[in-house]
């Protein structure tokens, strides 16, 4: 049974560039949250995608976007990147349908360096 | 708002002893979950365990154990028996348990640092 799976694995970008990062969630999941952890901190919230639409969003500007397919796989567009965007992009999965205790599937992120 | 604190930046602990993990936290929530995760050099966030805010008893799952004090606010981790394997940051984590607008998203600490001493 295949986890949460993140494209790419890493990725090296210039400033003011655009990148998308994508994310397939576990089977039987079907919505799709973000992360960004700097590096030494603990991940923060981006947004969670629900029914191909955003249903709740972090303290994140608008250059941050998502999507949401009908296969519930996701993507994060990041636009006019910053050097401070530099991090580790966590996608997570989960089912409405299973209790909170058990719902978080966790795959191995994008490493987005910025230069 | 929810708010996480975890205060051992880093902490080493010998093969098959027991380690401590501390993780204290706020909110205004009546009613929430508690997680703590695992974070190998990888990079993937393991599930360890989770505790709701009115279970009766302290979650277990194997070798792990969840310290949970309401009134104190505190939701330490235990691991017994440490392991090589088990160095890797560790994160505790929250969210509210109810379902609606602002609960979705869980709210992580800085994380602690465990070290596996042979």
């Known amino acids: 049974d295949a986890g949460v799976t993140q494209s790419p694995t890493h990725l090296i970008k210039t400033r003011g560039q655009q990148v998308t990062l994508r994310c397939s969630p576990k089977?039987?999941?079907?919505?799709v949250s973000w992360y960004q952890q700097a590096l030494g901190q603990g991940p923060q919230f981006i947004f969670q995608?629900?029914?191909?639409?955003?249903?709740q969003r972090g303290n994140f500007p608008d250059r941050f976007s998502g999507h949401q397919f009908p296969n519930y796989s996701s993507e994060l567009n990041v636009n006019a990147l910053l050097l401070g965007d530099s991090a580790l992009y966590l996608c997570?999965?989960?089912?409405?349908?299973?209790?909170?205790?058990?719902?978080?599937?966790f795959g191995s992120g994008t490493r987005l360096t910025v230069v | 708002a929810q708010k996480i604190t975890q205060t051992q930046p880093g902490m080493f602990v010998q093969e098959k002893e027991a380690v401590t993990l501390d993780c204290t936290y706020d909110t205004s929530d009546p009613s929430y979950g508690l997680f703590w995760y695992k974070q190998p050099s990888s990079g993937e966030m393991i599930f360890l365990i989770y505790?709701?805010?009115?279970?009766?008893q302290n979650a277990t799952e194997g070798r792990y154990s969840l310290n949970f004090q309401k009134a104190r606010k505190s939701a330490n981790l235990v691991i017994s028996a440490s392991q090589l394997g088990d160095s890797a940051m560790y994160f505790c984590?929250?969210?509210?348990?109810?379902?609606?607008?602002?609960?979705?998203?869980?709210?992580f600490g800085k994380g602690t640092k465990l070290s596996v001493i042979p």
């Open positions: 984590a929250m969210r509210p348990a109810y379902s609606g607008a602002g609960s979705y998203q869980l709210t």
């Open positions: 995608y629900y029914e191909e639409e955003e249903r």
């Open positions: 089977s039987g999941h079907d919505t």
């Open positions: 997570a999965s989960s089912s409405i349908t299973v209790k909170p205790n058990y719902g978080y599937t």
């Open positions: 505790q709701g805010s009115y279970d009766q």
